[in-house]
Nanobody
Framework: QVQVPESGGGLVQPGGSQTLSCDMS????????VGWFRQAPGREREFVAA????????HYEDSVKGRLTVSRDNAKNAVILQMNSLNAEDTAVYYC??????????????????WGQGTQVTVSS
């Protein structure tokens, strides 16, 4: 059974940085599309970023482009979400998800089969 637990959440000041890690077990991270989603209180789950199985193609939600970077560490069998220039609007529970996802469905959360439990990121002074 594939598992994708997240780690690295916490409290960060506005303008600060945070690194989230999604450490896959039960499978090889290079064999799946891996996405990051987030959900803030009272809001729907939204797409943040994703990396395709090939590792060469990444996707980002418009509001995070230039601030967040998704990458893969094959040696650690993990996908990393580096978050810079964080602001209050980035406060949410962040989820890692993995699956076999066709390109057109990359941003659709229901296309992913395996989900982590979520990690809270709070941006506040």
């Amino acid at each position: 059974q594939v598992q994708v637990p997240e780690s690295g959440g916490g409290l960060v000041q506005p303008g600060g940085s945070q690194t989230l890690s999604c450490d896959m077990s039960g499978g090889t991270v290079s064999g799946y599309e891996v996405g990051w989603f987030r959900q803030a209180p009272g809001r729907e789950r939204e797409f943040v970023a994703a990396i395709r199985r090939s590792g060469s193609r990444t996707h980002y939600e418009d509001s995070v482009k230039g601030r967040l970077t998704v990458s893969r560490d094959n040696a650690k069998n993990a996908v990393i979400l580096q978050m810079n220039s964080l602001n209050a609007e980035d406060t949410a529970v962040y989820y890692c998800a993995a699956g076999f996802v066709i390109l057109s469905q990359t941003r659709v959360w229901s296309s992913y089969r395996y989900w982590g439990q979520g990690t809270q990121v709070t941006v506040s002074s």
